[in-house]
């Protein structure tokens, strides 16, 4: 059983995920347009989860928890192909007219990392207090 964290634990680690999402996808994204998209994710990430989590009625820590968890996901699948994806980011927008092939490998990290967090984060939810 994982040790409780209170909500200000949850929120000195939501903060530091922030910093390091932000640091990670700054180095990660090739193009000025492509790191603001980034950089604003989390801004983004608490428009939309706060009143989300609210109407649902989930705690502050299950908020903080699932906002961490996002973020950490995003890292896991983005940063070990980061060159990949960099480039083909460059590549379109230089040319939005043309579509960029995905790159294989790239796709099947993503889709498989994304669903070994999101897997992992439903089985930890159940421990958030």
């Not at 939005?96 to 490998?105: E, G, Q, S």
């Not at 994304?114 to 992992?120: D, E, M, S």
Request: glycine letters at 6%.
């Amino acid at each position: 059983m994982p040790a409780h964290l209170t909500t200000d634990d949850w929120g000195l680690i939501a903060a530091g995920v922030t910093v390091v999402y932000m640091a990670a996808m700054y180095w990660c994204m090739p193009t000025p347009k492509a790191k603001r998209r980034m950089v604003v994710a989390p801004l983004a990430g608490w428009i939309f989860l706060l009143p989300d989590a609210a109407i649902k009625g989930y705690s502050a820590s299950h908020t903080l928890y699932f906002y961490s968890c996002t973020l950490v996901m995003f890292l896991i699948m983005l940063v070990p192909v980061a060159k990949r994806v960099a480039s083909d980011i460059a590549e379109q927008e230089e040319k939005p007219w043309a579509k960029v092939p995905l790159n294989t490998f790239s796709l099947y990290w993503i889709l498989g990392s994304a669903t070994g967090c999101i897997a992992g984060v439903a089985y930890l939810w159940p421990f958030v207090e």
